[in-house]
């Protein structure tokens, strides 16, 4: 059961990336409901034309939710995504840089480097490039910026070196943003999740063939938890709406995990085998 967050003014306007599926999709749904104008994005129009759906049936004002699809390792569709939110709703309170993926790949793999700069290219300079975009549009609303960053941006984990760099260094960004930001009215903050089900993560790094697979893999994983399950993109969807409040004008430059405590339990894959 999430929280129902009823301050969200039918003037915000609330800009989430990689929202056809998981936990951008649970944010956007979330936001709308809270009543704010939310911008979902992705490459796959069906899966977007869903979650606009949802958002509109539970928008208190049947809002409907701007779709842009786009690859945004393009910078021409980082402009356009920016461009076509403030040409529709004139301003941007809140950008949520959600869009990730999570190959792995070890560094004796032919492919490794390849790899390494397509997930580079997504997980960490699509945050740079949009945030760089949306600085003057945030200033002028007093606006905000929630990364979704990972608890694999704080721990080592073999074979997932690329994952764990683009994490750390999007830590890094939340807090020196943080810092040079502030005096310009916005507040940014970084939340980690731990292992989230009914996500698209594993499907798309190949590690699943479908949803029940990948639920099934998030399940195992999740019992080495302290909380013993794996979480739910809604919950980390709660915190987001927290910290994107005005409930929390006195938070930023803040890392919060939602993660079932795998970071303090120190609670990652096995070590390798020698
Ligand atoms: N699930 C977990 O256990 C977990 C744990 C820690 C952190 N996270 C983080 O949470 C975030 C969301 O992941 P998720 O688990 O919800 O996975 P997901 O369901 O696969 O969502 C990933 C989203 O990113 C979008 N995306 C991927 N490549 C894109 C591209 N080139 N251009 C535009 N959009 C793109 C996807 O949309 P399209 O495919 O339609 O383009 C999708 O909406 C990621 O940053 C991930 O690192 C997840």
Redesign the pocket.
Do not use: E, W
């Given at each position: 059961m999430s929280v129902k967050y009823d301050f969200y003014d039918d003037m915000k306007v609330v800009l989430i990336?990689?929202?056809?599926?998981?936990?951008?999709?649970a944010i956007a749904v979330q936001f709308a409901q809270s009543g704010a104008n939310v911008v979902v994005?992705?490459?796959?129009a069906d899966?977007?034309a869903e979650v606009a759906k949802q958002c509109q049936n539970v928008s208190p004002k049947q809002f409907k939710a701007l779709e842009v699809v786009?690859?945004?390792?393009e910078k021409t569709q980082c402009k356009r995504l920016v461009e076509t939110t403030i040409g529709q709703f004139g301003r941007l309170d809140i950008l949520v840089n959600?869009?990730?993926?999570?190959t792995t790949g070890a560094l004796s793999d032919g492919d490794y480097y390849d790899k390494f700069e397509s997930l580079m290219q997504?997980?960490l300079n699509?945050t740079v490039y949009l945030t760089y975009l949306s600085v003057d549009h945030l200033s002028k609303t007093g606006g905000n910026i929630v990364n979704?960053?990972?608890?694999?941006g704080v721990r080592a984990v073999a074979g997932v070196s690329a994952?764990c760099m683009s994490?750390s260094a999007m830590d890094m960004f939340t807090y020196c943003c943080a810092a040079e930001l502030g005096p310009k009215n916005i507040r940014v903050n970084v939340i980690?999740?731990?292992?989230?089900k009914s996500?698209?993560?594993m499907?798309?790094a190949g590690a699943a063939q479908g949803t029940d697979q990948s639920d099934a893999i998030?399940e195992h994983v999740g019992q080495v938890l302290p909380v013993g399950r794996?979480?739910r993109?809604e919950e980390v969807a709660d915190a987001v709406l927290f910290v994107a409040s005005d409930h929390a004008q006195f938070v930023t430059g803040t890392h919060m995990c939602v993660d079932g405590g795998i970071v303090a339990a120190n609670a990652f894959a096995a070590p390798p085998k020698h």
């Open positions: 990336t990689g929202s056809s599926s998981g936990i951008g999709a994005t992705g490459r796959r899966k977007l786009g690859d945004i390792t959600n869009a990730g993926i999570g997504l997980n699509t979704i960053s990972s608890g694999a994952y994490k980690s999740p731990g292992p989230v996500t698209g993560i499907i798309a998030f794996p979480g993109p």
